[in-house]
């Protein structure tokens, strides 16, 4: 019984030193995770470089400095309005086709769509059907303008008894 035990343990050690050995032989080939020197040579030379610290060159005493602590409580040049002397007054619309004239480019609408088979027209946030209105102040005095027909290129707009027909542009105009 001895010996049946011993060949079989020898058996499964044999079996065993086969299998390792397989799958030795079949085991890819490990392969670094950094390259070597010579590879990597010229990407730490070019690192290097871009590393250096290069000298700046001073602004000229006479240029201002656009991190002046004295300047931060002064308004930005861009956003002040100019202070002029009284407008001259332009003179004043009262025909209702010059008003509408005046009026409908301001409209600028977004573009589009339709919501249950009624056509709508996006003018800022406000989503206006045929027959809406719209407050426009214009020169100083109010005007309601009606939504008379919305197309998918066009809209017309009605003041008393004028219309007007204006283009949709979609996207921002250069």
Do not use: H, W
């Not at 602004?59 to 931060?72: K, T, V, Y």
């Not at 100083?140 to 542009?169: C, H, M, Q, W």
């Amino acid at each position: 019984m001895r010996d049946r035990i011993c060949n079989t343990a020898s058996l499964l050690m044999g079996l065993l030193l086969a299998c390792i050995a397989t799958n030795a032989a079949a085991a890819p080939a490990v392969t670094p995770d950094i390259a070597p020197q010579e590879k990597r040579r010229g990407v730490v030379e070019r690192a290097e470089k871009l590393a250096q610290v290069q000298e700046v060159t001073p602004i000229a005493g006479e240029l201002n400095s656009p991190f002046n602590p004295r300047d931060f409580d002064k308004p930005d040049p861009s956003e002040v309005k100019p202070t002029a002397g009284p407008r001259a007054a332009s003179p004043k619309l009262t025909n209702a086709r010059e008003i509408l004239e005046n009026i409908a480019p301001r409209i600028q609408p977004r573009g589009t769509f339709n919501l249950g088979g009624v056509p709508m027209l996006l003018v800022g946030k406000s989503r206006l059907k045929v027959g809406d209105t719209l407050q426009i102040t214009f020169e100083g005095s109010d005007y309601t303008v009606e939504v008379a027909a919305i197309e998918p290129t066009t809209f017309t707009l009605r003041f008393r008894n004028e219309e007007i027909t204006r283009p949709i542009k979609s996207g921002k105009s250069p």
